[in-house]
């Protein structure tokens, strides 16, 4: 990394309608090995078209065709805000400590330490609190997929053998469990993503099969789908919408490969520019999806896919994406967890330092498996998962650390106008936040029930 010196003159950056001047002695980041705004675009979208795209007809159906379409909409943007938020905090306070690289937990941590008096003892529960909404969003991400593997699977029995599988999804996700976890042992960083980039080949090849099937099949009439429904729809929707836009976790990586740091910034910069290109996608394939299917659309769209040896072979490459694809979700979970849990040993204790993190990843697959076991169905856990963790780390936390990084620097400032105008925007996110939390969590549980007793 290099620090390119600011000219004489002053040069003013912005942080969300907060002015910060460098003079002479001050500095911009620019990394030697970072990527360019460019590749940071790519990669984002690649991170943001995952399985949870195939789902969102489902969210149209909860919520009603043009409720849907609204929400995609109103989900995304609040996403794409909470977004620019955490690249704010995490830019404004790297700058104090010259370019130090913070995650989403570390960037919670700091943002208590360097506010008010009160709040600077609660760094590390601020961490803790980060890393596990963090934590519970990416075990369940590995549950989903692990549904949605399997009900892939189901598919392609029955189009091979011309008959159901002899076995219930509970088996088959016992059965599926062992190779998963086969392939989750994998500890090297290069193999896993290799691995990935070969997942997200399959996934675009399922995208342009979807949509060449969306275009080309008989559309429902738009007046004959309901246009809204009620609360308890709409709280599903939001929850399945907000498992899709969920990207909070990859922002601040990003953020911090970029060689101009600034590129994430901005209307034209790379985090608006990508997200809107996936609200956008988002939007059609709900949209069209829904008006194709209507009330038959499944949890995922492939589901829904005529069988022909064309999209059952798709499906069976899916499978396979999820069963590569998972490694790098529980990767991500074992680099937060494994530091602590291996500084708690004695250096002495070899074996068991080689142990742990086979152990650990053993630990949190069964986890997973607990809660694919408990909710066996994509309709019902993408919604669970939405709405509690990817709500948590999505829109409320995300509020609440921008008014405790910049709120007392406006104060100091006499940026009245700011300050309120600030407060109020958070204040009025993070309620509406816990109002979706509770909600939706509701809405959740009752459908989980209500099906199991059907």
């Not at 469990?177 to 290799?194: A, K, S, W, Y």
């Not at 963790?389 to 609440?400: A, K």
């Amino acid at each position: 990394m290099t620090l390119k010196k600011a000219p004489l003159d002053t040069e003013i950056q912005n942080y969300d309608s907060i002015e910060f001047r460098k003079n002479a002695g001050g500095s911009i980041v620019v990394r030697k090995t970072g990527i360019s705004a460019t590749s940071g675009l790519i990669n984002f979208v690649c991170g943001m078209m995952g399985p949870g795209c195939f789902s969102l007809a489902v969210s149209f159906k909860q919520a009603g065709l043009w409720g849907g379409f609204a929400s995609v909409f109103i989900i995304g943007g609040l996403s794409l805000y909470s977004m620019h938020k955490i690249v704010n905090c995490s830019q404004f306070l790297s700058e104090k400590k010259g370019d130090q690289k913070l995650d989403y937990g570390e960037m919670a941590k700091s943002a208590m330490e360097n506010s008010y008096g009160w709040a600077k003892k609660y760094g590390k529960i601020a961490k803790v609190v980060v890393n596990t909404c963090l934590l519970a969003f990416q075990l369940g991400v590995i549950t989903v997929s692990m549904i949605f593997a399997v009900e892939h699977i189901i598919e392609i029995w029955q189009f091979i053998a011309g008959s159901p599988p002899p076995f219930s999804k509970i088996v088959l996700i016992l059965m599926y469990f062992v190779p998963q976890m086969l392939f989750n042992l994998i500890g090297h960083i290069r193999i896993i993503t290799f691995l990935s980039l070969c997942g997200n080949v399959i996934i675009f090849a399922a995208i342009a099969l979807i949509t060449q099937e969306l275009l080309s099949h008989t559309w429902y009439p738009t007046w004959e789908l309901p246009s809204i429904t009620g609360v308890e729809g709409v709280s599903l929707a939001a929850g399945s919408l907000i498992y899709s836009f969920e990207g909070q976790a990859m922002v601040l990586p990003l953020e911090n490969s970029l060689k101009h740091p600034q590129d994430m910034r901005g209307l034209t910069g790379v985090l608006s520019t990508a997200m809107n290109v996936v609200i956008v996608f988002y939007a059609f394939l709900g949209f069209f999806g829904y008006i194709a299917f209507g009330p038959d659309v499944r949890g995922s769209l492939t589901l829904n896919l005529p069988n022909s040896v064309l999209s059952v072979t798709v499906k069976g490459l899916l499978v396979l994406k999820v069963l590569l694809g998972n490694a790098l979700q529980l990767f991500i979970i074992v680099q937060m967890l494994l530091p602590s849990l291996q500084a708690k040993v004695s250096e002495n204790r070899k074996l068991i330092h080689k142990i742990l993190p086979y152990a650990l990843r053993l630990s949190l697959m069964l986890v997973s498996l607990s809660l694919a076991l408990a909710v066996p169905n994509l309709t019902e856990i993408i919604p669970f998962v939405g709405i509690t963790s990817g709500l948590l780390i999505s829109l409320i936390i995300p509020s609440f650390l921008d008014c405790i990084v910049f709120l007392p620097v406006l104060k100091e400032r006499g940026e009245k106008k700011n300050y309120y105008q600030k407060m109020i925007t958070n204040i009025v996110i993070f309620v509406l936040g816990w109002l979706l939390l509770g909600s939706g969590l509701y809405s959740s549980i009752d459908d989980v029930i209500n099906n199991n007793d059907s």
